[in-house]
């Protein structure tokens, strides 16, 4: 949302200056912005052409949406000017409402009359565009009026049209004949035009090819800019963009399946039809059930959708980040065609295989004694893995001795750790064999395996009997044998 402010007309009185005279150049100003434009400010820049009066700066206040405004300026035109059209530089400066300033330049030309050659000369002397107010995708009708300032007749005159974005002619091609022109005559063109869909509002110089032949038939040939004005587009059009996109698991490994999704979002004014979303992948990928797109009939102004598609990481590829752009294809609901891409990025991580467990069988383990914990880390991948020390760590398991640095394991290599542990309870003790490594994007990272370990009970002490001393049966003697059987008959001991 902003003012925007064109030259919407120009002309001049006299309509052709002649070398040497003053005349007043009119501009009419337009704003075929969406807001009210402010501090506005008019420079006549430079030129063959010398400000008379006044300064060559003109202010306008404002201009709200879709006013018109008026400035001129009084010139004097050199007296050594030949025959032709001569440019105008204008700048034009505003604000908008919140102070944010805007500045354009444009430039008009000038129809000069010098002194009269005897060769034909031809020039643009007048310039027409219906409608006045031309927008992207709409046709219209260019006149032009061609004039002999020169002093013979100028025979087998062709006007061409060079054509060029965004301009484009229709029907009847872009070459009109006007046969001849005398001196003092001029003669039109008129050329049904389009202009291109895409075209952004601003001004065009639309170029324009003068080819004739003099009375003895020599060709010659000049080329003039006529000034077109694209006024923003009044079409309400569809405007999709990528506004987020999750990679599902965020760091894929080489070999894996990751989930792209993707919010497509409909941010413009209008409907988009004929959706095509495109995958430009590498080597590194491949797309799963789909042939490499994704389509959407329909995405109304304001509303989203989420999309998602499978991607196969191929084992070969390496760790890194990887750039895929994704191509937004769509129309409008009058079939008009856009598009633009967007870069996404997935961070693909190769993660290390370890097998970890003990490289020794371990039994015996009885609650308070001592034991031995091998440990064995093995490389079972092709890549180095940059592993740093090795941790054992138990909550059942009293641990001495139960880190040790490893080092950098090449495929197929191992590093040992030989810990000493004291269970404290029966049953099956857990061991945590923590692999500390740095990974492929300089993070440290950790790979945890769990051990179990059996633990039995300590076993109980064998029962001690007390022995009898010697000779302490014998000191009873027959009659204390025989007292102590009457006293066991009766319950009083023995």
Same mark, same amino acid.
């Given at each position: ?28 100003? $337009? ?7 402010? %501090?506005?400010? !008019? ?51 505003? /604000? /908008? ?37 031309? &927008? ?19 025979? %087998? ?5 060079? &054509? ?9 091609? %872009? ?68 506004? +987020?996109?999750?990679? &599902? ?63 196969? !990481? ?25 598009? $633009? ?38 490389? !079972? ?28 394991? /090449? ?8 810990? &000493? ?59 204390? +044998? ?13």
């Amino acid at each position: 949302m902003r003012p925007l402010i064109f030259i919407r007309s120009y002309h001049t009185e006299p309509d052709t200056v002649q070398a040497g005279s003053t005349f007043e150049l009119f501009l009419e100003l $337009h704003n075929v912005g969406s807001i009210e434009a402010q %501090n506005i400010i !008019i420079t006549f820049v430079g030129g063959d052409f010398t400000p008379l009066g006044t300064s060559s700066v003109k202010t306008i206040g404002k201009l709200s949406v879709d006013e018109h405004g008026w400035v001129s300026q009084r010139f004097q035109a050199p007296s050594d000017m030949e025959n032709g059209l001569y440019p105008q530089a204008v700048q034009i400066d505003y /604000d /908008d409402r919140w102070g944010t300033h805007y500045s354009s330049s444009e430039t008009v030309g000038i129809s000069v009359t010098g002194v009269q050659p005897e060769e034909p000369s031809l020039i643009i002397g007048w310039v027409s565009v219906k409608p006045e107010l031309i &927008t992207p995708g709409k046709e219209f009708t260019l006149t032009l009026a061609v004039r002999n300032v020169g002093g013979n007749r100028a025979r %087998n005159v062709l006007v061409t049209v060079v &054509t060029a974005s965004p301009f484009a002619p229709l029907k009847a091609g %872009n070459v009109r004949a006007l046969g001849d022109i005398e001196p003092g005559k001029a003669a039109w063109a008129s050329f049904q035009m389009i202009t291109d869909r895409r075209a952004e509002a601003g001004a065009y110089n639309q170029k324009i090819l003068l080819e004739y032949e003099d009375e003895e038939g020599q060709k010659h040939s000049s080329s003039y800019n006529a000034g077109i004005i694209v006024a923003p587009s009044m079409r309400k059009r569809p405007h999709l963009l990528l506004t +987020r996109y999750q990679v &599902t698991p965020v760091e894929p490994s080489p070999g894996e399946v990751f989930t792209l999704t993707l919010t497509l979002e409909n941010v413009g004014d209008g409907s988009a039809h004929n959706i095509i979303v495109n995958f430009d992948l590498g080597d590194e990928f491949a797309i799963l059930n789909s042939g490499g797109m994704l389509y959407l009939s329909l995405l109304q102004e304001g509303n989203y959708v989420q999309l998602e598609q499978p991607i196969l !990481i191929s084992a070969m590829a390496s760790s890194g980040v990887y750039r895929i752009p994704v191509k937004v294809e769509y129309e409008d609901q009058e079939g008009t065609a856009f598009s $633009h891409s967007q870069d996404i990025t997935v961070m693909v991580l190769r993660k290390p295989l370890l097998r970890v467990d003990f490289y020794e069988p371990i039994t015996q383990v009885i609650v308070g004694q001592p034991f031995l914990l091998p440990v064995e880390v093995i490389n !079972i991948g092709k890549d180095t893995v940059n592993v740093t020390t090795v941790e054992l760590q138990s909550e059942d398991v009293d641990i001495t001795d139960g880190s040790m640095y490893i080092g950098p394991l /090449d495929g197929g290599t191992s590093g040992t750790i030989e810990a &000493t542990g004291i269970a404290r309870k029966p049953g099956i003790a857990a061991v945590r064999v923590v692999v500390h490594y740095v990974d492929d994007f300089n993070r440290l990272k950790e790979v945890v395996k769990e051990l179990k370990v059996e633990v039995a009970e300590t076993p109980p002490l064998p029962e001690i009997k007390e022995t009898p001393q010697p000779g302490e049966v014998e000191e009873k003697g027959v009659w204390g +044998r025989i007292w102590s059987f009457i006293k066991a008959l009766f319950g009083l001991g023995g």
